[in-house]
């Protein structure tokens, strides 16, 4: 039965409580002796006949004509009664002319002749029929007040039934559960409901103990709520408890309990309890919700702060050390990008799976960020310990994780923030962990570093460029320049190379020094890449347009090795040149050696993806990144560039030329073209010249110059030889 069934139920169960009370015999009774309810004629009349007869009767019963007026009274008393003084001198007036004639004259000699007597008479049926109406009345108040109080005693007792067959219908038909016991918990009263919400018989409970229905922690908290209660009757304490259900599960009731001991109807404690079991979980499901990430189950960022902060409020009592350790993904968002979403939330579980097997249960791990975890020690020896997880961490990343069934390597860089001091705060500790997480990151991925105050300073600069540097891209606060690329020995321009410029708001221009290092360690460099891409090559292209021969030009953009791995680069690529409507033969990607020797496999691929559309491949900087170079020479490229080292001292020194000479000859051996960079002035030219490259770079011809700059270059010169200034 529904709780409305069962109120309805109860409803038709109650005693009907009557509306009206019956008017009882006796109020009958003196209504008729004082004529109350006659109208008035009817009485006068009845009251005329009255006296007429009382005369009569007098006089032949043997009153006599001595008694026969006293007779005279009655109808006079009873107008008295029932009209008050006027009602009784009209009576005694009309007995005496209407009684009067008709009686004998020895009888009728004995009523009032003189006005005297009319009067005296007059006021003492006055005076008596007002007492008697008095008496009267005072006597029907009485009654009818009796008459109420014997209706409300009824009314009261019909309520009271009414109440106490409501309360045990309600009791009984309750959902919730009335208990009584005593101080001891010994059940004296259980409702019968308990059969129903805790699979309890309801008959067998009276005399076994409510405690013993508790969880052992809540058995002490009774005790505590049982002394608290003893000390004042009448009051009410509420308790949230799992209580044992006859099936073995726990429920979780709220008890209001009270103390009515000293009420003799009671004598005990009562409990009244609701099951909250449903409203609990969900409450639990909400608060998980709130404080856990949906795809890992691990803490999230604010149960991660929350259980920080009380760990270093137990820390500042019992003095145990404590250690944060920040956990970030690295080339996440390349797993992502190549593989999509539903693979990279895979990955996150699986992390979040390997960190669960390699930590201790007791330390608490989160996910605080897309691929960012953290993770707290607590109790460990400083340092030592904290730095042993760290690297257990290292080794089990070390294992490729399997998705779909292939295999994908992802590794971890982290930092690891001690509280040495005892005096950081939970902040503090997640920024320190987080810093340090971030210098290991930029110097080599895939391992940790231990946060160091030192590292503060140079990491928030490098964070503030990294927000800075998205900010210029949204911005547009990025330039390119250009610095022509002269053929040898023509001297005539064949090409320009696009070099990233930043004019910064505050700072000015800065040079690609500055920030391209922050750009590839934080990976922006993808997007700034992208962005030159498709700038120089629409740039190039409008600016070569209407110079004469312009269309022969070549344009070189430099790519960085976090573009190499980006999936969407040949996509970039392609779209650069269609929008730009630059002819893919004039595009040259330039790649250092080191960014080439990375991942030579992935290299071999990317390169060979683009050479195939077209584009042309040089190696910048060559002769610094010591690569092999019979491997080298597997790597499908089209030009060298000879890196400005050498260049420097050629015209001085005869080490340089020698290299030199031995670079050209092995670009020579696979067909590539050389590019000397750097070249400064005319004997460095001469130098280079001699050494038979084909093309130079250099601030002798040329500085890097905006757009503009580089069109008047061209214009002047139109058959491009440019003159030596
Ligand atoms: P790079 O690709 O080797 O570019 C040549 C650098 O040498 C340029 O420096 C250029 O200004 C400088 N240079 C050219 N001739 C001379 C010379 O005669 N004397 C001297 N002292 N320097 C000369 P810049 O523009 O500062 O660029 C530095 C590096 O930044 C570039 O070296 C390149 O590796 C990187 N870079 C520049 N723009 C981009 C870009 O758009 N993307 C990427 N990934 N890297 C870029
Ligand atoms: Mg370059
Ligand atoms: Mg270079």
Redesign the pocket.
């Known amino acids: 039965m529904d709780s409305k069934g069962t109120l309805e139920h109860a409803e038709r169960m109650l005693p009907q409580v009557p509306t009206t009370v019956p008017r009882p015999l006796s109020d009958r009774i003196i209504a008729s002796i004082t004529l109350m309810d006659l109208s008035a004629p009817m009485a006068v009349l009845v009251i005329a006949l009255l006296t007429f007869f009382s005369w009569v009767a007098a006089y032949f019963l043997g009153g006599g004509t001595n008694v026969a007026p006293h007779w005279f009274y009655v109808p006079v008393f009873l107008a008295g009664v029932r009209f008050g003084p006027f009602g009784a001198l009209l009576t005694a007036v009309i007995s005496t002319f209407v009684a009067g004639p008709l009686l004998p004259a020895d009888v009728a000699t004995h009523t009032p002749q003189a006005m005297s007597d009319w009067v005296s008479r007059g006021i003492f049926f006055v005076v008596i029929g007002q007492f008697v109406t008095q008496l009267f009345r005072g006597a029907r108040r009485m009654s009818v007040r009796e008459i109420h109080l014997q209706a409300e005693v009824a009314l009261g007792t019909t309520e009271l039934q009414a109440r106490e067959a409501r309360f045990s219908a309600l009791v009984e038909n309750s959902s919730d559960l009335v208990t009584i016991v005593d101080r001891d918990g010994l059940i004296l009263f259980q409702s019968p409901s308990v059969a129903r919400v805790m699979g309890w018989d309801a008959d067998g409970t009276e005399g076994t103990n409510f405690v013993d229905a508790l969880h052992d922690f809540d058995q002490e908290r009774w005790r505590t709520i049982v002394g608290l209660l003893m000390e004042e009757s009448d009051h009410e304490m509420v308790a949230e408890w799992p209580v044992r259900h006859a099936d073995g599960s726990w429920r979780f009731l709220q008890s209001v309990i009270t103390n009515l001991v000293s009420e003799p109807s009671v004598g005990g404690l009562v409990l009244n309890s609701r099951d909250v079991s449903d409203q609990k979980a969900l409450e639990d499901q909400l608060r998980h919700q709130a404080f856990h990430d949906q795809l890992t189950g691990l803490a999230n960022r604010a149960l991660f702060a929350e259980n920080l902060d009380q760990a270093l409020r137990r820390q500042s009592r019992t003095g145990t050390e404590l250690a944060v350790l920040f956990i970030d993904l690295d080339e996440f968002k390349t797993v992502n990008d190549v593989h999509g979403h539903m693979l990279g939330d895979e990955l996150l579980k699986q992390a979040a799976e390997r960190l669960r097997a390699t930590l201790r249960d007791a330390d608490v791990i989160a996910r605080i960020g897309g691929d960012e975890f953290a993770a707290l020690f607590e109790g460990i020896a400083l340092g030592h310990d904290a730095s042993a997880a760290a690297e257990r961490v290292i080794e089990s990343f070390a294992q490729p994780f399997i998705i779909e069934s292939s295999e994908v390597i992802v590794t971890a860089s982290m930092g690891l923030a001690l509280n040495e001091t005892g005096t950081e705060s939970a902040e503090d500790l997640i920024r320190n962990a987080d810093l340090a997480m971030y210098a290991a990151k930029t110097a080599n991925k895939g391992r940790y570093e231990v946060f160091s105050t030192d590292m503060h300073s140079t990491i928030l600069d490098r964070m503030k460029m990294e927000r800075d540097l998205r900010q210029a891209l949204v911005q547009s606060e990025f330039e ?2 250009y ?1 022509p690329i002269v053929t040898l020995p023509s001297e005539t321009i064949v090409g320009a ?5 930043w004019n910064h708001p505050v700072r000015g221009l800065v ?3 500055e920030f ?1 290092g922050v ?2 360690s934080s990976g922006i ?1 993808v997007q ?2 992208a962005w ?1 891409l498709h700038h ?1 090559c629409k740039e190039f292209e409008v600016l070569t347009r209407g110079v004469a021969g312009g269309q022969s030009l070549g344009l ?5 090795t976090r ?1 190499l791995s980006d999936p969407l680069l040949l996509g970039t690529v392609r779209d650069a040149l269609t929008r730009s409507g630059l002819d893919a033969s004039r595009l040259t990607l ?1 790649l ?1 050696e080191s960014a080439i020797m990375e991942d030579v496999a992935n290299t071999f691929r990317v390169l060979s993806e683009l050479r195939s559309s077209g584009v042309k491949i040089a190696i ?2 060559f002769g610094t990144g010591y690569s092999s170079l019979s491997l080298l020479c597997e790597i499908p490229v089209d030009t060298i ?1 000879i ?2 080292s050498f ?1 420097t001292d050629v015209a001085t020194r005869p080490e340089p030329g020698r290299l030199i000479r031995a670079i050209q000859s092995l670009a020579g051996d696979f067909g590539l073209c050389t590019v000397a ?4 002035d005319l004997d460095q030219l001469e130098a280079i010249t001699g050494l038979g490259c084909e093309a130079v ?4 011809f040329a ?2 110059q905006p757009a503009s700059k580089l069109a008047e270059l061209l214009e002047r010169d139109a058959s491009f030889s440019v003159s030596v200034t």
């Open positions: 390119a320049y610095q190379e696009a070099l990233i410029r040079m690609p020094d391209i750009a590839e460099i700034i890449g030159i120089a070189s953009v430099n790519l960085s573009q330039e250092t910048d900087d560039k890196d400005r260049v960079e750097g070249v400064e770079q250099g601030f002798y500085r890097p």
